[in-house]
């Protein structure tokens, strides 16, 4: 019998072109600016793949149903594709990715807590919060990244964001179905915290004008933005406005911000 000579179909997640990239157009401080940027994404995303499957794990403990779970798994290969795109990213710019030792993960979804508790925190404030504004930052990236293999990058990272966030917001949904409103709203400071968390990590909180946008914006660097190295007024600000648009509508449908929808009080 003879043998089919048809190549074995490619898994979707490695149907992944990687632009050519040229260093040498740049200088060397900033590809070295870059690659701790991406290697610290490579890490994020890692941490994305543990949280995701922890949190599919409670939920199917809980009896979620097969459409979210179903969801769920989307997520964690979803996941695990980014983690390959940061790695050819890092490839791209001569620099081997590092896995972080075991048990220096920084994923877990709490101790001494229900089931319940832990999981709709995780999925409220690790999805419906962060998600959406690390599609912010990606996005605001993206727009003024010049080099290919950056804009590609951010591309596919932004890709799902929105649609994790949207699980959060559904799953969690699910989980707190049952609550009373006053548990829903003792949610509400671990938001915020979220919110406080992703605006530190940006370089924030800034200093800011009277509608709200950062001052002071410092001189473009049109080498370090080519590379989606934008400064800490741009992407925060782009963050901050996420917030009253992404985040805050799925926050007040679930009932953990019954007040009208406002900036929170620590956008300064």
Request: hydrophobic fraction near 45%; include cysteine; proline fraction near 9%.
């Amino acid at each position: 019998m003879m043998r089919s000579t048809r190549p074995a179909p490619i898994p979707r997640r490695q149907r992944l072109f990687t632009p050519i990239f040229d260093p040498s157009r740049y200088p060397a401080p900033l590809l070295s600016r870059v690659a701790g940027r991406w290697q610290q994404l490579y890490v994020d995303e890692q941490d994305a793949v543990i949280s995701a499957s922890l949190v599919t794990t409670d939920l199917a403990r809980l009896g979620a149903p097969a459409a979210i779970l179903a969801l769920a798994a989307r997520v964690i290969e979803d996941n695990v594709r980014h983690v390959e795109v940061c790695a050819r990213v890092l490839d791209s710019l001569g620099v081997a990715p590092r896995t972080p030792a075991p048990e220096t993960t920084r994923s877990t979804l709490g101790r001494g807590e229900a089931i319940d508790a832990r999981c709709a925190r995780a999925l409220i404030t690790g999805f419906t919060v962060a998600e959406p504004l690390a599609a912010a930052g990606f996005a605001a990236a993206r727009s003024l990244a010049r080099e290919p293999l950056v804009a590609w990058g951010f591309s596919e990272l932004l890709r799902d964001e929105a649609r994790h966030g949207a699980f959060g917001a559904k799953a969690g949904g699910w989980v707190i179905r049952d609550w009373t409103s006053a548990d829903r709203q003792a949610l509400w400071p671990d938001c915020v915290a979220k919110m406080e968390a992703v605006e530190r990590r940006l370089g924030g909180p800034l200093p800011r004008a009277a509608n709200g946008n950062a001052r002071g914006v410092r001189p473009a660097d049109r080498d370090a933005e080519a590379l989606g190295m934008i400064a800490p007024e741009v992407s925060c600000d782009a963050v901050v406005s996420a917030i009253p648009r992404w985040v805050l509508p799925h926050l007040h449908a679930l009932g953990i911000l019954p007040q009208p929808i406002a900036r929170p009080a620590f956008v300064h």
